[in-house]
């Protein structure tokens, strides 16, 4: 059967209101040539169209608002994206037990919606989060910032609905903290990006929301703000995140850095900490924001990625920041870029801004700076990229996902390998 049959039999399985192809579909993808999207409304429709590409050879795309479909070199010829955004609504919502299960595809400002009346939120700070779903999150497994904190998503989704991608349903974990134990399938799926099932619902922990909310910005250049950031790193006080962004190339001169450090509690607390945290550092702060202003500020940090053509991913130990930064100093100084740095987590990422300065100078930067972190225990994965530069440089190293654990794991759930999602 020809791809194009295939793909015809797995659209004619929805009403046509719930199917976009061509143009259509391409905007909805942001630009991206995804040929058709299709959009079940409940579990039983996305098991239905799981089950019928495996009969038809036809390759899906997992995705809840396609605002990740560039992530990691997700694969997208020939094939269908399948979205959950439909898959909405909340099933169940217990504020006195901080949990709450819901569709794979609840948008991130509704859950807010939901949970923030009782005082309540999911304190996750991955990029691109604000346009994403609660699936889609659960789904890269992304850790933002606040992970130092209060974990990262796998460590506060407590239970999933997952179809594989032989079309099995599963439901796994459950909806409370205390489960029984066994093979942790939920943190497998968990990050997974996809590559295993489509995930159709999440039961996740919530946390109370905290009384004060204050960043703390300290500003200068590059070298002030590592220094900034290894007094941060190893206080005792209770600091919630810290992340630093660099403009420009991360010279060494100029005031171009700026640390936001985080500190979330009490009030009388939040101002003891943030008053002790001043003095270790010894230099004033540029800044102090408060409520409403430091969240807006938080939230445009989480967007900070945009659309931009090239986003590199760096990762060592915290106390190697310096050496990180280095490298990622080479990345933005080859694409335009900028830097932001996860200095309680030793995350940093590159967001290029331009690819003209040529591709064969930008992969050859980025597979030096690759070797450099692997000897040193790190990795280096291109979230974004031209495919040029990623059939160059390669989107992950190390073996990227493809050794023989994951290769197993891929024909247990995904035998026929339909689902075209990869893991990096």
């Known amino acids: ?38 959009f079940p409304a409940d579990t039983n429709e996305v098991q239905a169209l799981v089950r019928l590409a495996n009969e038809t050879g036809t390759p899906l795309l997992p995705a809840g608002n396609g605002s990740w479909l560039g992530a990691g070199g997700w694969t997208r010829d020939g094939g269908a994206v399948v979205s959950t955004s439909r898959l909405d609504s909340v ?4 504020p006195a037990d901080l949990t709450l299960t819901a569709g794979a595809g609840l948008g991130w400002r509704k859950l807010g919606a939901v949970v923030e009346p009782n005082g309540q939120w999911l304190p996750v700070d991955t ?4 346009a994403g779903t609660l699936g889609g999150v659960a789904a890269c497994g992304v850790p933002g910032p606040l992970s130092g904190r209060y974990g990262a998503i796998r460590d506060n989704v407590l239970g999933l609905e997952v179809v594989t991608g032989d079309g099995r349903l599963l439901r796994i ?12 399938l939920v ?7 996809g590559s295993l099932g489509v995930i159709t619902r999440v039961s996740v922990r919530l946390f109370p929301r905290p009384g004060a ?7 200068g250049g590059v070298g002030e703000a590592l220094e900034v950031a290894r007094v941060v790193r190893v206080t005792s006080l209770p600091v919630a995140a810290a992340e630093m962004v660099v403009r420009g190339t991360g010279d060494e001169t100029g005031r171009d850095a700026e640390l936001a450090v985080r500190v979330l509690g009490g009030r009388a607390e939040v101002d003891d900490v943030r008053a002790r945290l001043v003095a270790e550092v010894g230099t004033g702060p540029e800044g102090t924001m408060r409520g409403g202003e430091g969240e807006a500020f938080h939230r445009e940090r989480t967007a900070w990625e945009g659309r931009s053509p090239i986003v590199v991913r760096m990762t ?3 106390d190697r920041l310096a050496a990180t930064m280095g490298w990622a100093g080479g990345g933005a100084g080859r694409t335009r870029g900028e ?17 003209d300065d040529g591709i064969a100078g930008i992969a050859a930067t980025l597979t030096r700076a690759r070797s450099e972190l692997e000897a040193m225990g790190g990795t280096l994965t291109l979230s974004r990229a031209p495919r040029e530069v990623a059939e160059v440089a390669g989107w992950t190293g190390g073996g990227g996902g493809g050794g023989a654990l994951a290769r197993k794991l891929k024909s247990l759930f995904d035998p026929r390998s339909v689902l075209l999602s990869k893991c990096p």
């Open 173 to 184: 974990g459950g909806r409370v903290v205390k489960n029984v134990a066994g093979y942790d």
């Open 127 to 130: 990029p691109g989060v604000g």
């Open 187 to 193: 943190r497998l799926f968990t990050g997974s990006r």
């Open 213 to 219: 909310d204050v960043t703390v910005v300290f500003g």
């Open 316 to 318: 060592a130990l915290p």
């Open 1 to 38: 059967m020809s791809a194009a049959t295939a793909s015809a039999g797995i659209v004619e399985l929805l009403p046509p209101d719930r199917v976009l192809t061509g143009e259509a579909a391409s905007e909805w993808a942001g630009g991206r040539d995804v040929g058709t999207v299709l």
């Open 339 to 355: 830097i932001a740095a996860d200095v309680l987590g030793g995350v940093v990422r590159v967001k290029g801004l331009s690819v």
């Open 91 to 94: 099933v169940h919502y217990e």
